[in-house]
């Protein structure tokens, strides 16, 4: 019974114990020495090109935060419109298997858009965040946010979404909106530390 558990749930399982092996790596002493160890890297990183022009030419910099930006506003909106349609409170007309799956198609395009842009901004200011611990903590979010979405979310909602317990998929939802919305609160938490 215990390894049909596992099969079924194979993703689920792997998700959980990865947000509770970084839990743990969080609040144990491997921590420090990582920190210590990847502060080359983030030395390195204001070095290369996308860290120079990041720190001295403004405008551009801007101009890449306000794709970055945008991609979170369209990434948010995937996130509410996929999992408001579960919820069943937008787009009720629609069969919710559409409107997932068109959002998620857009959904992964939003996701590129922000990793590019977000790889950049942090090379513009790397040493600056390294030192952030919120930023520490949306990247912490972020990984949450693209495990849950790519091997809970999506792998669930691939079968009949009308066959599926309709409490499962309401909580899949809740947790969804939830999870983004950490990372984009957290993303904002930055700006305000700095």
């Known amino acids: ?22 839990t743990w790596f969080g609040y ?43 991609g979170l506003a369209v990434l948010g909106g995937t996130v509410l419109a996929g999992d408001g349609r579960l919820l069943n409170i937008v787009l009720t007309d629609v069969p919710a298997k559409i409107v997932v799956d068109r959002c998620h198609r857009v959904f992964v395009w939003a996701l590129i858009a922000l990793l590019a842009t977000g790889i950049f901004m942090a090379c513009g200011v790397a040493m600056k965040i390294y030192y952030l611990p919120v930023y520490w903590y949306k990247m912490l979010a972020l990984v949450a946010g693209m495990l849950f979405h790519f091997y809970v979310r999506k792998p669930l909602l691939n079968h009949d979404i009308d066959e599926l317990n309709p409490v499962v998929v309401k909580m899949v939802a809740i947790a969804s909106i939830l999870v983004w919305f950490l990372v984009a609160a957290t993303g904002r938490w930055i700006g305000f530390s700095g």
């Open 28 to 70: 144990s002493d491997l921590r420090t020495a990582a920190f210590v160890a990847i502060e080359p890297f983030f030395q390195w990183m204001e070095t290369t090109w996308f860290g120079v022009i990041g720190k001295t030419w403004g405008p551009v910099f801007a101009f890449i935060q306000a794709i970055h930006l945008l």
């Open 1 to 22: 019974m215990l390894t049909a558990f596992f099969s079924q749930n194979s993703r689920t399982v792997i998700t959980v114990a990865v947000l509770l092996l970084v």
